[in-house]
């Protein structure tokens, strides 16, 4: 049973607690399909997901999460709450367990925030992404829907290729996919490939070609503009020219390779939109696998020991 107060990054779980969510997650996932949105789990429990950087997917999708298990959910924007006249994270944090919150769902823009908040308070505390440093659930998500496209993680080939360097998706897949067995290659311009990523366990490839021939999976990651300063590529266009997938390097993977992407993609950057829109693609799965994923994180979470 995963029996930890909080899930903050896929660097602290083990092979078995990823299996454990991700066999939960499939069965969640089996009756969403049925269209099933009603079930007891999180009964009298209080969500609150609160979110200091822009989401579609992650927010949206822990809140359909906790609600479609019966939980009583709050959702804080940084934007309109006293964080704008100067309330510390820990005293956000102790606010809501004063109001017997039970969990609280964190995207912050500086990597360790959830960690800090976690130690502070008694709730249960997600990471929904902090800063560069991880993203679980997304990276749980992308491998529910690796897992149901193969027999198993252990010896997949997953090519992962953008904007590495700031992207907390690539840490966490790093993490999850090794710890599961599968085999993680990484290309990008010199520039968005961070120092040491090798020594986490990525095997950093020199050309597009080489990080995708044979790989069983490709996952594009989304050019991080937010995050730049600049001077990193010349231009978006020869970005897709000369880094981004698309189907002639796709040529180079195994016949009917799946194309992957967190979203929110950048159209024609990352991946063309063929590929986005192509019978290869997952993009839409991972979707419904995130709801599938943060449903099993926050049922194993909130679960009372027998
Ligand atoms: N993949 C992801 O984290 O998307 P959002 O930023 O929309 O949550």
Known sequence: MLNRKD????????AEEI????TVAASMKKLLRQNIKKLPHLQGKSVTTLFYENSTRTRCSFELAAK???AHVVNIAAESSSVKKGETLVDTGKTLDAMKNDVIIIRHPMGGAPRLLA????????????????HPSQALLDMLTMREN?????????AILGDIKHSRVAKSN???????GACVRMYAPKTL???????????????????????????????????????LFPSLGEYAKFYGVNEDVMK???????????????????????????????????????????????????????
């Open 193 to 231: 490939i961070p120092k040491d990523i090798d020594k986490m366990g990525a095997k950093v490839c020199s050309s597009r070609e080489e990080a995708v021939e044979g790989a069983d999976v490709v996952m594009g990651l989304r050019i991080q503009l937010e995050r730049q300063h600049g001077g």
């Open 252 to 306: 180079y993977a195994k016949p009917g390779a799946l194309v992957m992407h967190p979203g929110p993609v950048n159209r024609g950057v990352e991946l063309t939109s063929a590929l986005i829109d192509g019978n290869t693609s997952r993009i839409e799965e991972q979707v419904l696998s995130g709801i599938a994923v943060r449903m099993a994180i926050l049922f194993l979470l909130t679960k009372e020991a027998i």
């Open 174 to 180: 790093l993490f999850g996919l090794t710890k599961m």
């Open 119 to 134: 130690k502070t308070v008694k709730a249960h505390v997600v990471n929904a992404g902090d800063g560069m440093n991880e």
């Open 7 to 14: 899930v903050l990054g896929l660097y602290d779980l083990s």
């Open 150 to 158: 193969f027999p198993s993680l252990e010896g997949l080939e997953v």
């Open 19 to 22: 299996d454990e969510i991700l």
């Open 68 to 70: 479609y298990m019966g």
